[in-house]
């Protein structure tokens, strides 16, 4: 069973918003604290935003998204959500969602189950 997945991605131009939504069917939601991650071509790749299990931590790794990008997490309906807004080419990549353990994680290597990516464009 699929442990992650990711979905919301799409192409846009300059200044549109993008929600992706993140699910975990493979485990259990509240057990993880979820981050998402980007890797644009040719690059390696990087954390973006994390929110931990009971939104006691929630982080901003790419300082370029502060104040564009949202991170949330419904537990109720079992979803992560990462709401970017003026969006930006440089935004652009294949964006994961990633569960790590109780706490939020900046090295991949912690990472304990990623999604297969959800693919953002955004054109100039």
């Known amino acids: 069973q699929v442990e992650v997945v990711e979905s919301g991605g799409g192409m846009v131009q300059e200044g549109s918003s993008l929600t992706l939504s993140c699910t975990t069917p493979g485990l259990r939601f509240r057990d993880h604290a979820l981050g998402w991650w980007r890797q644009a071509p040719g690059k390696e790749r990087e954390a973006v935003s994390c929110?931990?299990?009971?939104?006691?931590?929630?982080?901003y790794y790419d300082r370029s998204v502060k104040g564009r990008f949202n991170i949330s997490r419904d537990n109720q309906k079992g979803t992560a959500y990462l709401q970017m807004n003026n969006l930006l080419s440089k935004d652009s990549g294949l964006y994961y969602c990633?569960?790590?353990?109780?706490?939020?994680?900046?090295?991949?290597?912690?990472?304990?189950?990623w999604g297969r990516g959800t693919r953002v464009a955004v054109s100039s």
């Open positions: 990633a569960a790590t353990g109780s706490f939020c994680e900046e090295d991949s290597a912690d990472v304990l189950h």
């Open positions: 929110f931990g299990l009971a939104g006691e931590a929630i982080y």
